[in-house]
């Protein structure tokens, strides 16, 4: 999928490709619960400026994610995700470079 946005008034295309399997089913709260997989990668480059100073934005990361859906509703219980990106950042010519690891663990509440 391609996504074009404004990052900071900087124009940038985003690449990103997304991988599901269904890995099977597991006890969760009482339930049985079907576990789904998700894999991430993602490539995204922008260019602009700020103020009079040209910028260009580069990133590249992958991520994760584990569903657990309830098959009586098609509901998400809960969802557990992962995302590694390396952002490089280049305004007049110094590249700044910048790294983002983050975990979320979503619950439903009943």
Known sequence: MELKACQGMIPTTARIARSYIVSGEIAYQGDLVLVVQRTDSIQAHGEGAQQQHPLMLDAKGTGN???????RDGRIVRLNTEQDLDLAITVSGKIHRFKQISKQD????R
Do not use: D, L, M, R
């Open 106 to 109: 979503f619950v439903a509440v």
């Open 65 to 71: 994610a584990v569903y657990y859906v309830s098959p």
